[in-house]
């Protein structure tokens, strides 16, 4: 049974460029969490997905940043536009039922470099 | 702002000998967590606690809540070279099914 899947591993991108980072949740998981880490930090929450829904994406900076959870396919964490500052790990998890009631599994993570 | 908040910051022990770390918080919880991460990889759930419970135990791991003093620690038991990583504390607080993560405690376990 697969994990977490999330790609690319790693992502190189200028200023200016757009990121896109895909995640494809647990077998049979419905939510998906987005996380951001940066360097010796915790992780800051910015989204949580269901099918087709965006639940609460108040930890989502409001411009240049999206994300969605299709009917079929992974979920996507967009990034348009790329400064500096948005260089960093970005994690997907996910879970069977709302985080309440259990944990989330995580995936490896997407390391995005702005050069 | 951060919910939860780790003490110490980094932690460095003989393998063999015990690791306690803390975990503080600011508002209720309906349960908390705790996760491990080695470097360059993602977290692992380790243990969850629930609100009404006092303490749980997981292998070589102990975790105790008290949520009169909003505090909850972590004791590795007989640490290991292997434990080596960054632990981090989780709150869900229930309001909106979305975990906080606290900054983290770097454990080194030296051989």
């Known amino acids: 049974n697969a994990g977490v899947m999330q790609n690319p591993r790693h992502l190189v991108r200028r200023r200016g460029q757009e990121a896109r980072l895909r995640c494809s949740p647990m077998?049979?998981?419905?939510?998906v969490y987005w996380y951001r880490q940066l360097p010796e930090e915790g992780l800051k929450f910015m989204v949580y997905?269901?099918?087709?829904?965006?639940?609460?994406e108040s930890g989502m900076p409001k411009e240049r940043f999206s994300a969605e959870f299709p009917k079929e396919g992974p979920s996507i964490l967009r990034i348009q536009q790329v400064v500096r500052g948005d260089s960093a790990a970005y994690f997907c998890?996910?879970?069977?039922?709302?985080?309440?009631?259990?944990?989330?599994?995580f995936g490896e993570g997407s390391r995005l470099t702005v050069l | 702002s951060q919910q939860g908040e780790e003490d110490p910051q980094a932690l460095s022990i003989q393998e063999g000998e015990n690791a306690t770390m803390n975990c503080s918080y600011k508002?209720?919880?309906?349960?908390l967590q705790w996760y491990r991460q080695n470097s360059g990889r993602g977290l692992v759930h380790l243990i969850l606690?629930?609100?009404?419970?006092r303490e749980k135990h997981s292998g070589r791991l102990r975790v105790t809540l008290d949520t009169s003093k909003k505090s909850s620690s972590l004791l590795i038991t007989a640490s290991r070279a292997a434990d080596t990583a960054s632990y981090f504390c989780?709150?869900?607080?229930?309001?909106?099914?979305?975990?906080?993560f606290g900054k983290g405690i770097t454990l080194s376990v030296r051989p």
């Open positions: 998890a996910s879970s069977a039922k709302t985080v309440g009631a259990g944990e989330l599994f």
């Open positions: 077998k049979g998981h419905s939510h």
């Open positions: 997905l269901q099918k087709e829904n965006i639940i609460d």
């Open positions: 508002t209720s919880i309906n349960n």
């Open positions: 606690i629930r609100s009404n419970e």
């Open positions: 989780a709150t869900d607080t229930g309001a909106n099914s979305k975990l906080t």
